[in-house]
């Protein structure tokens, strides 16, 4: 068996020219969705992010704002930053790319943000409606997945789902979307005693541990869907330096059912999330 593939970028471009119509309409009346990201610092993976955040923005038709830091700035410069785009009726989202220096308070500026415009979700009164059932904004990588289950027709109510991960942007809010949707769920971290016990288990296995393919062939359920949210680089090799996942993709394909690659897997429909709840908060402010 060789699984299909779900395919990222496939989806990503569907989704994106939805967006453009959705954004052209906004347009007619009057509003035009915007985004503010700022970055601090010279991290090149970080860059590369919010260069393609913002050329997500101009190709769907929005208009995005950039305001780029040096690694030594004072975090009051930023504060004050997003408190002037937390005022601005023209801004409708609003995104401090991560990791930031080590002299901030990440949880500080990101609480900073205004709910309503904090369009990554991790605002704690977006975590606390993502959790009661009710979100504003869904975190955009956990968005993605649950858009690429239903674009794949992955059956959810009454699944076991294995979650390989617990942070706050992927792994705690993929449990909430999935058990909102009736799954049965299993979180798992480096603690886990015998992970491969709780993958093989899986229905739907999502891989978000940030560790070059640790989830082998052998630690999957034939037919399983897995879902691979790792964006790591192969250490060694033929491929060194070349990306890959958390899922040993090779071994995991002629075992499981469906599978995502990367790249052109989850990677692409983060930043389309990302455009999708821009685009919503705009369309709030225009109602």
């Known amino acids: 068996m060789t699984a299909r593939l779900i395919d990222g970028n496939a989806l990503s471009t569907q989704l994106r020219s939805e967006f453009a119509n959705r954004a052209a309409a906004l347009k ?168 491969a016990f709780h993958t093989r288990r899986a229905d739907i296995l999502v891989a978000a541990v940030g560790r070059e393919r640790m989830i082998t062939g052998d630690m999957i359920k034939p037919g399983a869907t897995v879902i691979d949210v790792g964006m790591n680089r192969f250490s060694s090799g033929p491929n060194a330096g070349k990306l890959c996942g958390d899922v040993d993709f090779e071994s995991a394909r002629e075992v499981a059912g469906a599978i995502t690659p990367v790249p052109g897997g989850v990677g692409p429909m983060t930043i389309t999330m990302l455009l999708a709840n821009t685009l919503e908060a705009a369309e709030r402010c225009a109602k």
């Open 28 to 195: 007619e009346k009057g509003v035009t969705p915007c985004l503010a990201v700022i970055l601090v610092g010279e991290d090149p993976a970080s860059a590369v992010y919010v260069r393609n955040k913002v050329a997500g923005c101009e190709k769907a038709g929005m208009r995005s704002i950039k305001d780029v830091y040096g690694p030594d700035v004072d975090p009051s410069v930023v504060l004050a930053r997003i408190a002037e785009l937390n005022a601005d009726p023209a801004v409708h989202g609003i995104l401090v790319q991560l990791p930031l220096p080590k002299h901030f308070d990440s949880e500080a500026v990101l609480e900073s943000i205004a709910p309503e415009k904090d369009v990554d979700g991790f605002h704690a009164e977006n975590v606390g409606a993502l959790v009661q059932g009710n979100p504003r904004f869904i975190p955009c990588t956990p968005y993605g997945v649950m858009k690429m289950l239903e674009s794949a027709k992955v059956p959810l109510k009454g699944a076991e789902v294995v979650v390989v991960g617990r942070s706050n942007i992927v792994g705690k809010p993929m449990a909430m979307l999935l058990l909102a949707r009736s799954c049965t769920v299993t979180i798992c971290h480096s603690q886990t005693k015998d992970l």
